[in-house]
């Protein structure tokens, strides 16, 4: 699949189509796609499906519903829910039973509700999810978030770390309850990534042309906070 039908494909499973059913799972092969059902539980959180032959991955948890459960099964189900951080675990449990799916979360970010989970990361990462995924700690937002990148497609599921807000980066830190100087560091560390799109769990997706546009972007937003904090 061409990085250039990923916008269709996005765009093609609003909110209200939940993955719907007309999808050809062989068309969609390494497809991206967006689960829609927010839950209030991960305070409206956005929630992706990834295909992959190796074995489906959630990204974050959706409010759970029989019939977005049955739209995954259609294709393919999951093999791993993958948690960005403590935040947007939601339904995970629910999910977890119905799909037999591995939950995977930081063990920092761990607590009660998912005390569970069936993979820990431990320590700073990063860690790999066979040829095409690793995992990025990128603490801040909360103690120990991490980033999802997928190298094939070339796209960096940030959870709460980074999106776009009225039109410009953001890591809203109005809602950061660990450390921004943290967050900002972490934000860094993205310049060493070779992707070109960001798909948040909150604010806008964003896409860039090359990996030379998003270190571009990015250098510029960490610019413009590092003159914030000199004046």
Known sequence: MEVQHLNYILSYFSVSSNLSKTCNPLTCYQGVFHCGYHSEASYGATSYLIMHPQGNILVDSPRYTKQLAHNIEMLGGARYMFLTHRDDVADHEKWSKRLSCDRIIHSKEVDENTADAEMKLEGLGPWSLS??????????????????????????????????HENELSIMEMYNYFSVPVQLNSVRKLLYLDFEW??????????????????????????????????
């Open 131 to 164: 040829n095409d995924f690793e995992f990025i700690h990128t603490p801040g937002h909360s103690e120990a978030s991490v980033c999802l990148f997928y190298k094939p497609l070339k796209i960096l599921f940030t959870g709460d770390h980074l999106c776009e």
């Open 198 to 231: 960001i798909l948040p769990g909150h604010g806008r997706r964003v896409q860039y042309k090359d990996n030379q546009e998003k270190n571009s972007a990015l250098e510029a937003f960490l610019a413009t906070k590092e003159q914030l904090k000199v004046n």
